[in-house]
């Protein structure tokens, strides 16, 4: 069983940063895909960036691209969200999942294990 430990949310006020981490359990991290959703109170969980196995291919939403940053370190089974510039539309609770081989890599029914989320608040 994979089990993912999101950290890292807060409070901040709209232009600063926070920086999310995930670790995950278990010896396959580094053959998995990774991917960061979030999803507010009365939405629908979204996209938000993914980054393969390797490190050296990343895909954003349009929403946060060129704010926010992915990243990994398969040293520490650890996924990274850099999120810089941030938004109060931002406002969400942020979670990491594990993609599905095959899978599509922008929804939610791509990835089969998820953390059980941070919550970021940004404030005006």
């Known amino acids: 069983q994979v089990q993912l430990v999101e950290s890292g949310g807060g409070l901040v006020q709209a232009g600063g940063s926070l920086r999310l981490s995930c670790v995950a359990s278990?010896?396959?991290?580094?053959?998995?895909?990774m991917g960061w959703f979030r999803q507010a109170p009365g939405k629908e969980r979204e996209f938000v960036a993914t980054?393969?196995?390797?490190?050296?291919?990343?895909d954003y939403s349009d929403s946060v691209k060129g704010r926010f940053t992915i990243s990994r370190d398969n040293a520490k089974n650890t996924v990274y969200l850099q999120m810089n510039s941030l938004r109060r539309e931002d406002t969400a609770v942020y979670y990491c999942?594990?993609?599905?081989?095959?899978?599509?890599?922008?929804?939610?029914?791509?990835?089969?294990?998820w953390g059980q989320g941070t919550q970021v608040t940004v404030s005006s």
């Open positions: 278990g010896r396959t991290f580094r053959s998995y895909r």
């Open positions: 980054i393969n196995w390797s490190g050296d291919s990343t």
């Open positions: 999942a594990r993609h599905r081989i095959g899978s599509v890599l922008t929804t939610p029914g791509g990835y089969e294990y």
